[in-house]
């Protein structure tokens, strides 16, 4: 046994025992002989392949298989809010204050944040236009951006979007990458679409007195908002796809939580602190990581639930033949 094939079997722990057991020497066949002759790492395309699909069996085998097909919706549902939050901001960023209130700023710009802005705007008309696996390279960039925008502004002294604002657009982005391999032309637009109705919304309802103070007034106001229109539009889905049988749009309410919890971080915070007096660094901090602790719990707990209901015997309503009890 080689290292590759080594790794290819350590990979093949993502799928339950008794499937590696049946078919496992034939995946791990499979991609030997597809592999490059000197190659000793599987591909990372191979390797995400492997654990999508353990992760496919592993729900196959709890009798969760709709949890995936309501993932893909609820980052749909991301992508879109992500978008329509970069046409917001990316809108401000363009209106610094005016030189007269001594507040620091970019040059034309309002702070660095307008690069993170400009990729989330980038990867919607990618979206629109470019096949789902361009595309997740284009939310890749845009996510990288936004994580390496805190340390770039530190190291240059420029201002840049608060913490509590980029963290949920990295949280939003994260999900966004579970979008579907196909989706219709019109879905496809629907993060392109957002992100220009909130562009204009911008320009036309914000006014320029008003977008010195913006990041501010996104933190108190505007991103609780956002969170709680999320929730209601997951809310609506979910029912409204039950009514047909439907079960994803409940999943991608579920899955929907993290996020939701991430742009209600700064409501949340000021609810649980003082009644009085300014949101602390420290109170955001912690009701960020109760969120992020909440949130994948409500996931793996709903999880939990449906695979012990699926898997519990139902009653046939046939009598048994011996003693006449039904089952």
Do not use: K
Not at 161 to 170: I, K
Not at 221 to 230: D, N, R, S, Y
Not at 236 to 263: H, K, S
Not at 295 to 308: E, N, T
Request: net charge positive; charged share 10%; proline share 9%.
């Amino acid at each position: 046994m080689n290292d590759l094939e080594r790794r290819y079997l350590r990979l093949l722990r993502a799928y339950p025992t008794e499937y590696r057991r049946t078919r496992g020497a034939e995946i791990v066949g499979t991609y030997l002989d597809l592999a490059a002759p000197a190659q000793r790492w599987p591909a990372p395309a191979d390797a995400a392949d492997l654990l999508l699909g353990g992760l496919r069996q592993r729900l196959r085998a709890a009798g969760v298989t709709d949890l995936i097909p309501g993932v893909r919706l609820a980052a749909l549902l991301a992508l879109v809010t992500a978008s329509a939050l970069a046409g917001v901001w990316g809108t401000a960023e363009l209106h610094p204050p005016p030189v007269e209130w001594g507040v620091p700023h970019v040059g034309p710009f309002v702070s660095l944040g307008v690069v993170a802005w400009a990729a989330w705007l980038l990867a919607a008309a990618v979206i629109a236009v470019a096949p789902s696996r361009v595309a997740r390279w284009a939310i890749t960039f845009a996510l990288l951006l936004t994580v390496a925008l805190p340390p770039v502004a530190a190291a240059l002294g420029a201002p840049r979007p608060p913490l509590m604002v980029l963290l949920p657009q990295v949280v939003l982005g994260l999900l966004g990458l579970a979008l579907p391999d196909r989706s219709s032309r019109a879905i496809r637009l629907a993060p392109a679409l957002s992100a220009l109705l909130a562009a204009v919304a911008t320009e036309f309802l914000v006014g320029l007195d008003a977008v010195g103070t913006y990041y501010g007034a996104t933190l108190e106001i505007f991103l609780p908002t956002v969170g709680g229109l999320l929730l209601v539009v997951g809310a609506l889905l979910a029912t409204g796809l039950a009514l047909g049988g439907d079960t994803r749009g409940g999943w991608a309410l579920v899955t929907l939580l993290t996020p939701i919890g991430f742009l209600a971080v700064p409501g949340l915070a000021d609810s649980f602190g003082p009644a009085y007096g300014a949101i602390t660094f420290a109170e955001l901090a912690v009701t960020a990581v109760a969120v992020a602790l909440a949130g994948p719990a409500a996931l793996l707990l709903a999880v939990a639930l449906r695979s012990r209901r699926t898997s519990s015997p139902q009653p046939s309503g046939q009598p048994c033949p011996t003693c006449g009890a039904r089952a």
